[in-house]
């Protein structure tokens, strides 16, 4: 349970989806927690490009909003160490 790290905002601020977000570090996981538990393997986002067919898939989903969407890709990129805006 060590390795499981509840992952806060990107500069500590707090919204809705604060406590949504856990990353487990030993098996490389993002586990999404609004209805249910929903992981996503980030081993399948290796490029920009896989991260945009993820946030599609995700916005397909009827208890996905726009800032769950936000906070996934600030969450990803920081565990990838990408820069959102360059």
């Known amino acids: ?3 499981l790290l509840d992952i806060m905002t990107i500069q500590g ?3 809705e989806t604060a406590g949504m977000f856990a990353y487990n570090k030993k098996l490389n996981t993002l586990t999404i927690n609004v209805r249910y538990p929903y992981e996503v393997d980030l081993d399948t986002i290796t490029t920009k490009t896989d991260l945009i067919g993820w946030i599609h898939h995700l916005a ?3 208890w996905v909003n ?3 969407i936000a906070r996934f890709i600030e969450h990803v990129c920081r ?3 990408w820069g959102i805006y360059r």
Request: no cysteine.
């Open 1 to 3: 349970m060590n390795e």
């Open 79 to 81: 565990v990838k160490q």
């Open 60 to 62: 397909q989903k009827n």
């Open 13 to 15: 601020a707090v919204d």
């Open 66 to 68: 726009g800032a769950h």
